[in-house]
């Protein structure tokens, strides 16, 4: 049964940090005091913990994560520098901001009778018109929607299978430097150290991590990145279109701010689990994360394939397949099993300090 679903529903969540095991399992304890004697009970408990190699994380299926992300305008990282493709208006992510197209996002509100101490800031107008009542109080102002997924991750499976399918690949093509690496590597869109296929084709070691690259501009074939891969699909850059520019300013508009978390656990009957609990920040669910699941992920005709999806995390019935093309032939894998299953998840509010605070002031 699916935590979130809705026969085992979940209203809030709550994700605790923490500097030792420690500290952190005396936090859970008195969070758990403090909800129980607030009438909350406890649907489902996960024990996150980052995997690493090195100083950078990894998820169970052996690559770096985290390596591309949109840099908010206006932030520390973005005063460092960045590349112009990575820049985002903090309204995508942010209520009360202005996103790329110079709006103020549609922000949760109440009436401002209903906040008489003031503790939340006017709601931002897109436009003033005359005549119109007061604005209302801006309950979302520098919050967000949070998007949560527990993936388990069939690792034994995938590798099997990027080793099976590798031994196939290399004998139809006559080429003996394919090997599993190289099949997980065009699946996701990555090599596993977290260097580009763009700009590091041959996998060639100690290339380091690299995000500044052009799908369109750089590969537009996918000869290095496979058209159909997961981080081709995940964001498209500039391949989407001729026009460069206006195929990133689209892109900057299905932006999502994703960070993942490993787990390992055990159930009753003593199986270990292996998963990842995937999180993400936007300011509109359906225009972001819903359209890259929907539009890009899940699409069986992304970038004129046909009867392909995400070969890491797309859903598939039976025997799925993933085009791999070269300047000499497209090699296909046959029968792609589904590597991942959701086994829950929501959709959340996350509340600013004021947001917090009002919410305090109304018990």
Known sequence: MAVGSSAKPVDAVIVCYAETPALLKAEITAMKRQTAGAGMSVTAELPLKVKREGKRAVEHFGFVDGISQPIVRGTARAAKGAAPMHLLAPGEFLFGYRDEHGFYPSSPSVEAALDRAGILSQVRRNRQIPGQPPPPRDFGRNGTFLVMRQFEQHVELFDDYCR?????????????????????????????????????????????????????????????????????????????????????????????????????????????????????LNADIERQYEFIQQTWVSSSSFQGLVGETDPTIGARGGGGRFSIPSWEKVTVLKDVPKFVTTKGGGYFFMPSRSALRYMISRL
């Open 164 to 280: 099976r399918a590798a031994l196939q690949a290399a004998d139809e093509s006559g080429d003996p430097a394919i090997d599993q690496r190289w099949v997980a590597a065009k699946m996701l869109g990555r090599w596993q150290d977290g260097s580009s296929l763009v700009r590091n084709p041959n996998g060639r070691p100690g290339r380091g991590v690299d995000n500044d690259f052009a799908l369109g501009a750089e590969d537009p074939q996918g000869h290095a990145c496979p058209l159909g891969s997961h981080i081709r699909r995940s964001n498209p850059r500039d391949s989407l279109g001729e026009d460069r520019e206006t195929q990133i300013r689209i892109g900057k508009r299905h932006r999502i701010l994703r960070v993942g978390r490993t787990y390992v656990k055990k159930d009753r009957s003593g199986k270990t689990e292996k998963g990842l609990l995937f999180m993400c």
